[in-house]
């Protein structure tokens, strides 16, 4: 099958090459991947920047995102068949959308929603994943409380925004100049352009934050919160309790601890919790967020789509930092 790869870690392209058709194992589902979706942890990791947390096996097939068609499942497998329709974000140490065909996991699958195209749908997993587990599962938001969703018009930003104002949050976000009128579009009830305003002088007495930016924003956004609130961040520095929850040995457990022992002591001195989300596979959390998409609750909102040849550019393109929602590579 047709695939795209690296061949080690680095600044560089990957290639599209041939690589061997997936074995299934019993709980394993085979998808004919018709869309993928580019993240920007496609490039962090095809840099090396998680290769002390998830040392894969070179050549490597990036890709997290999908929306295909079963054509085969194991033999322990009862929630899916040949001919379904799915989208997913594999588990992580079983990358590879950016092929033709590629084994998941059934517990990391759902049915594609009703209501989208495999573009759109492939647009969602990793991102709509990763604002449920901040907003719904970590930061437990609720009605009436205030959150800022730093970088609305991102990947994850524009599920996130939808995603909060379903939960009957106030919406605060930041983005540049050009995205104001689109992001308030989506739902947000304030908008920062980071360009003309400083969001820490601007917004007060919020309960979430969700931060996906540097370490200087990261900082700045403990200024906005109220006593008790959340600091959640999916761009780093991560913890002692996530290398746990990884697995990670002992020593690099301490190096989390170290990593983050700034921002979670200025966090303390706010009285203010910090918490560090590195999105996991979820197929059943995956099927609530379809029934939302499915509701017209969470629109997808793609950028532009590439065909496959192109995968190489789709990823350029997202390491710009200025695509308004996802980019899209279209498989088949």
């Known amino acids: 099958m ?24 019993p709980h394993d589902v085979l998808i004919e991947v018709h869309a993928s979706s580019v993240n920007v942890l496609d490039s962090k990791i095809s840099t090396g ?29 009862t929630r899916f068949k ?3 329709e799915v989208y997913a974000r594999p ?3 079983r990358i590879g959308t950016f092929a033709e065909l590629i084994a998941v996991n059934e517990n990391a699958i759902a049915l594609k929603p009703a209501n989208t195209s495999m573009a759109q749908a ?28 730093h970088a609305g018009s991102g990947g994850v930003g524009t599920v996130a ?14 983005t540049s100049t050009a995205n104001v009128e689109w992001v308030k579009a989506l739902g947000a009830d304030v908008v920062i352009d980071y360009k003309q305003q400083n969001f820490e002088s601007v917004l007060h ?23 008790g609130g959340q600091l959640i961040s999916i761009s780093g520095p991560p913890t002692a309790q996530f290398a746990q929850e990884q697995g990670l040995s002992w020593p690099l457990q301490q190096v989390m601890r170290l990593l983050s022992f700034a921002i979670r002591r200025k966090a303390r001195k706010r009285d203010v919790n910090y918490a560090f989300v ?55």
């Open 2 to 25: 047709k695939a795209f790869l690296i061949d080690r870690y680095g600044k560089h392209p990957g290639r599209i090459g041939e690589a061997p058709i997936p074995a299934i194992g």
């Open 49 to 77: 920047e998680f290769k002390l947390i998830l040392p894969y096996a070179f050549p490597l097939i990036l890709g997290n995102d999908l929306a295909g068609v079963v054509t085969e499942v194991g033999t322990q497998v």
């Open 82 to 84: 040949p001919g379904d």
């Open 91 to 93: 588990p992580e140490t």
């Open 122 to 149: 492939a647009s969602l997993p990793l991102v709509a994943l990763t604002a449920w587990q901040v907003l719904v599962e970590t930061a437990q938001l609720k009605k009436g409380q205030k959150v800022l969703i």
């Open 161 to 174: 925004i939808q995603l909060a104002k379903h939960l009957g949050a106030f919406v605060a976000t930041t």
């Open 205 to 227: 007495d919020y309960d979430v934050v969700l931060n996906s930016l540097g370490a200087d924003v990261l900082e700045k956004s403990l200024k906005v919160l109220k006593p």
């Open 278 to 332: 590195f999105m996991r596979a979820n197929g059943a959390q995956l099927q609530q967020i379809s029934a939302l998409v499915e509701a017209g609750i969470i629109k997808p909102v793609i950028d532009r789509t590439f065909p496959f040849e192109s995968t190489a550019e789709a990823l350029s393109y997202v390491e710009q930092g200025r695509a308004k929602g996802k980019v899209v590579v279209l498989i088949k």
